[in-house]
């Protein structure tokens, strides 16, 4: 069981930065594929980034590419999302997500086997 805890979201303006934070509990941390998602109001939650166990493939979402930064620090149970130049279409709820599994695509919700319960990033105009 691994319980998921985000932090770091709040409000800023369009071209601001943010570091979103996703700290982890067990020991197992450094086994799982780290992703993040969001949700816009009124929308389905979408991919947005994602990190092998040790750190060796990221993924991202092609709207994300050079404005998003996923990064993990294992002995921290932790990983981060910089968020830079921030558009008003990035406000949503952020998620964390663990994967256990190699084998399943890191951009698709239906692979995470556990889930945070959400940071609002709310970016003003």
């Known amino acids: 069981q691994v319980q998921l805890v985000e932090s770091g979201g709040g409000l800023v303006q369009a071209g601001d930065s943010l570091r979103l934070s996703c700290a982890a509990s067990?020991?197992?941390?450094?086994?799982?594929?780290m992703g993040w998602f969001r949700q816009a109001p009124g929308k389905e939650r979408e991919f947005v980034a994602a990190i092998t166990s040790d750190g060796d493939k990221i993924y991202y979402a092609d709207s994300m590419k050079g404005r998003f930064t996923i990064s993990r620090d294992n002995a921290k149970n932790t990983v981060y999302l910089q968020m830079d130049s921030l558009k008003p279409e990035d406000t949503a709820v952020y998620y964390c997500?663990?994967?256990?599994?190699?084998?399943?695509?890191?951009?698709?919700?239906?692979?995470?086997?556990?889930w945070g319960q959400g940071t609002q990033v709310t970016v003003s105009s």
């Open positions: 067990g020991r197992t941390f450094s086994t799982y594929t």
């Open positions: 997500a663990a994967k256990r599994s190699f084998l399943t695509t890191p951009m698709a919700q239906r692979s995470y086997d556990y």
